[in-house]
């Protein structure tokens, strides 16, 4: 059992990059990926945790790309240092940290309780984002929960929302190619297409350089999944899977299993391996 997806408090996540190694030894895992957002920042520390646990490790990130759904590329076997696409992480780590500054202002300017530095402490110093502003809303009480915290002024089109850039998804598969990643499309159902358009959808991708698709996801019914293995398999991509595991900010989704039936195999990543540049 592998889990080719999870964050920590690099960027999104409430546990240590540390932790996630030590979660997925305890789940029973093979090898896992720390996939934080727009960056590499917890690659150091969750690697040199699974070389004292004998798990494999994968350095990854997870990348938005711009679509009226929501697009996210999973980015693996890119380790910090210099490269295209490590270069343009550092430059997008600048600009979250403008927006959460804008986000933070705006969420003040509605009269809420928190401000800049208490998110980067919920954030542990580093790779702030809403998730963490929800829990400094929830523990002030200006919100039931995390997720109350994101549908009443998180979200997209509430009062503390602001838009954050993306990279066109031939731009950062490119970058990603030229580091020595392999890139997958995560989460496909999250872009909120038919049957029809979510065929095309890949098909587009796949010729962009796209190389598997996130069948196997940590919330996703056995149907859907096997369908998106059928997807992948359609179009020559590699169907691998994750947990999406966000620690306490997606309480759900634990590493290894996601939900509680997650399984994805081993050879997976062996796969994955072979088609890397």
Do not use: W
């Amino acid at each position: 059992m592998i889990d080719l997806h999870t964050h920590s408090t690099a960027s999104d996540g409430s546990d240590q990059p540390a932790r996630i190694a030590e979660m997925a030894a305890q789940a029973g895992c093979t090898a896992f990926a720390l996939t934080d957002h727009d960056g590499l920042d917890g690659i150091f520390s969750a690697g040199a945790r699974a070389a004292e646990l004998s798990v494999r490790f994968v350095p990854g990130c997870e990348i938005s790309c711009p679509h009226p759904g929501t697009l996210h590329l999973l980015v693996y076997f890119v380790e910090p240092g210099e490269g295209p696409l490590q270069d343009e992480l550092i430059r997008l780590q600048q600009i979250r940290d403008l927006r959460n500054r804008e986000l933070v202002a705006r969420l003040a300017g509605t009269g809420l309780p928190v401000t800049y530095e208490e998110v980067q402490a919920e954030a542990g110093g580093t790779g702030a984002g809403r998730p963490h502003m929800a829990a400094v809303l929830v523990r002030k009480g200006a919100a039931s929960s995390v997720q109350d915290a994101f549908d009443r002024y998180l979200a997209k089109g509430r009062p503390g929302y602001v838009e954050k850039e993306r990279l066109p998804v031939d731009h950062a598969v490119r970058l990603a190619q030229a580091s020595g990643g392999v890139v997958v499309l995560a989460h496909p159902l999250s872009l909120n297409l038919t049957s029809k358009a979510l065929e095309a959808e890949v098909e587009g991708l796949a010729a962009a350089g796209v190389q598997g698709v996130e069948a196997l996801y940590g919330r996703y019914s056995p149907q859907d999944r096997a369908g998106l293995a059928e997807l992948a398999a359609r179009h020559g991509l590699v169907a691998t899977g994750g947990s999406d595991h966000h620690g306490a900010y997606k309480p759900d989704l634990a590493v290894g299993v996601g939900t509680g039936d997650l399984d994805v195999p081993d050879d997976i990543l062996d796969r994955l391996t072979d088609r890397r540049p």
